[in-house]
């Protein structure tokens, strides 16, 4: 029994019974006092309530009713008379769900609007009357209760315990202690079901507390298990607002099933659902936490430039004299020897008769002739064709043969390539979330937008400046990136025009394009990853991850650029397959839940894209990709492990496709069998997984051709697989998810870990900043210590 019969156990009962057609009269009425009688198409009863309300105190007034009629077409009408407005009601009150289903209740119960406190000090009489009447032709017994709500007024820190239903919500008033501008709403109830909305609504008649309206005005969002609402004071002048507590008649919101049906047709008597809920509303973070937090931002970042600036300025200082530290690095490395004239360069600028100054056949003047297809296949090689195809053992030497203002002028179209991609991808993206950020402070439709309530910190017109804030990692550290870029060309290029000869014909081809490409990737995925978070939700998580592929992308063409400097892709075919990728991703987002045909087409692009990059890194470019293509791979299958099963010529370089095609191979089986709702998550997961297998490969080929780490980038290694793995902790902490319903999302939500502002993701966004910029660095300073060693020595792998 609900709580009207609770209430009639424990109250005075004075039973009306008026069968009779007689005039309507008004009989004087009590609170706590249950009254119950017949009514019908020629008799109303009319209830006087008189109370007296005290200065400085809220009065509100709660009414029970219930109705014996379950035919819809003679329902009971309740009408109350206020002197600041009237309500009405009927029993058994209809309610509707989706596609028009009908719930029906036989009991009903309302909070009248409260008067507001009298600011004078006598006390005030006031009075109240209850209609009910009918149009049924026959008597339908009611029942009519009225209380005083004692506790109608919700205590900063204390929590509140009460129950609802879909037709008895609840609301309560709440009014902002002295010096807080905000406060955090915190609802919670053990059941997940009955759906549940939580309104803030400001001080006026009527409130809108029914399943209908309960969305049109005020902030809102639905609720299984958790809620959280940050109400500023600048919102209400009044200085106190109502918190409403609607249960909807059905779960489907909150991502539940349809309740059984009893009766006819699509009506349902529903009348078990019953919502317990806790309620505590707490002070939010002051303007201090704010600084303090903004402070953190910003000096943990600056510490990064803090240590590279000591990091150059030591490299400067040893420097100097330059000769001494040539002549030491020589005979470290065996390089130098006073009786061996032959392997030591006769004078700055001069070029030595090795291999590797033989194997360079023409120069180039016009880069244009460089990007007459998507990769290039290396077409001088007519001049020596042997120079790769009859060399079981490849150097550095063999593919560094053109022009290095050529080649450093086709990697700078990655860069210039990225800007212009950056600009026109920001500006709709910017464009976009500000209008959903605009639409939520309208609407007050909370459950547009996918936070972490319980650590959502609003700041002007943004809902969680703390997950915008916490991005900022990723802007600083790319500018950090670039400048690092930046003074090493400057410092290459200045060694090129006094004619070194280590510059020119030791260590690995300097190309710093890519980088370039990837310090201005690294910010804008800072940007685009803020931009997200402004709303994340369903319709634009490709924001957040769109750059991640591309991060991920250029780090595995320079690793692969390191050594094959003449033979990697254009930037036109990298950014073309890039985008690709980024139009599969959209359409995983879109059918990659239920639609079988998608992952089988995406399985199958996986796997053939594989095969494909395989054979053009096991034959350095050399494999022409055209209708021929399969054919090729069949007769080159069958002559070398059928027909003869000769050993591969690149042993190192066929163990690590073939580890790298298991690899995919694998994930395209995962994805098919259990269609991941993540797609998006799925997808980056490849990407990383390639790029850690590569890495790892590069590094073991290093130190098995007896290259070493230099201290430099040894740290880095470190530091990179410590912040991975300290990052991917936090980020798989879950705080939300955009793959299910708003109220479903919220029982993930949890409280700030850091300084009473940060939560788990916003960690991760520091952390995985801080790891990508070291992983970066490992790119850039990992062959260091080949800077003295001949290209013709360096082997490629």
Known sequence: MLVLSVLHRKCECSGIHNTENKPTTSKGAEFNRVYSGYVNRGVEEIYSFNYTTKPEKVDAVRVYVSANSDDQHYPVIFVIRQQNGVLSWQVPLVLRGLYQRKYTYQEVGRTLCPLEPMQEERSSEQSMFIDVASMAPFDVRYELLVTRVNHFTLETGVMFNFSATPSQPRYFLYEFPDK???????????????????????????????????????????????????????DFPGGKFYVVFVIKPEDYTCGGSFPS????????????????????????????????????????????????????????????????????????????????????????????????????????????????????????????????????????????RKDSK???????????????????????????????????????????????FLCAHPLGVLSAFNNILSNIGYILLGFLF?????????????????????????????????????????????????????????????????????IAGLCMLKLYQTRHPDINASAYFAYATFAVVILLTVLGVIFGKNATWFWILFSLIHVIASLTLSTQIYYMGRFKIDIGFFKRIVTVLYTDCIQQCNRPMYMDRMIL?????LVNWS?????????????????????????????????IMKLRNSERLRPIP???????????????????????????????????????????????HDIWHFLSAAAMFFSFLVLLTLDDDLDYVRRDKIPVF
């Open 406 to 452: 050529i080649v450093s002028k086709k990697y700078k179209i990655y860069f210039w390539n990225i800007t212009t991609i950056s600009v026109f991808y920001a500006l709709p993206v910017i464009q976009l979330v500000i209008t959903y950020q605009t639409v939520v402070n309208v609407t007050g439709n909370q459950d547009i937008c996918y936070y972490n």
């Open 261 to 400: 049906t009893k009766g006819k047709g699509n009506q349902t008597w529903n009348q078990d659902r019953i919502k317990d809920l806790h309620v505590t509303i707490v002070p939010s973070i002051n303007e201090r936490v704010y600084v303090h937090a903004m402070l953190f931002s910003f000096v943990i970042f600056l510490f990064f430039f803090l240590g590279a600036v000591i990091i150059a300025f030591v490299h400067y200082v040893s420097a100097h004299p330059v000769s001494f530290v040539r002549l030491q690095r020589q005979e470290l490395d065996g390089l130098y020897s006073p009786d061996d004239d032959e392997s030591s360069p006769a004078a700055p600028g001069s070029h030595s008769a090795s291999p590797m100054d033989t194997a360079r056949c023409r120069s180039y003047s016009d880069s244009s002739a460089e990007e007459d297809s998507d990769l290039d296949t290396l077409q001088d090689m007519a001049c020596d064709k042997n120079v790769v195809t009859a060399k079981a053992y490849v150097y550095v030497s063999d593919l560094a």
């Open 667 to 699: 994930f395209a089986i995962f994805g098919l069998i259990l269609k991941p709702k993540d797609f998006p998550s799925y997808l980056l997961g490849i990407f990383i997984c390639n790029l850690l297998l590569y890495l790892a490969f590069y590094i």
């Open 657 to 661: 496709l073939i580890l790298g095609n």
């Open 180 to 234: 807080a501008d905000s406060v955090v709403i915190k609802v919670v109830s053990k059941r997940a079901s009955p759906c549940t909305v939580v309104s803030v609504q400001d001080i006026w008649c009527p409130v809108y507390d029914q399943d209908h309206n309960v969305e049109f005005i005020g902030v809102y969002q639905s609720m299984t298990l958790k809620a959280a609402i940050t109400v500023q004071r600048k």
């Open 482 to 550: 670039l400048l690092i870029v930046l003074r090493r060309n400057i410092l290459h290029k200045r060694a090129l025009e006094a004619k070194d000869i280590y510059a020119m014909d030791y260590g690995i081809p300097k190309h710093f394009g890519l980088f370039y490409t990837m310090a201005i990737a690294l910010v804008m995925e800072g940007v685009l990853s803020a931009c997200y978070h402004v709303c994340p939700n369903y319709s634009n998580f490709q924001f957040d991850t769109s750059f991640m592929y591309i």
């Open 714 to 760: 040894l740290f880095c290694i470190i530091a990179t697989a410590v912040m991975w793995g300290a990052a991917l902790y936090f980020f798989f902490q879950n705080l939300t998810s955009w793959e299910e319903t708003p109220a479903e999302s919220r029982e993930q939500n949890r409280e700030c870990i850091l300084l009473n502002f940060f939560d788990d």
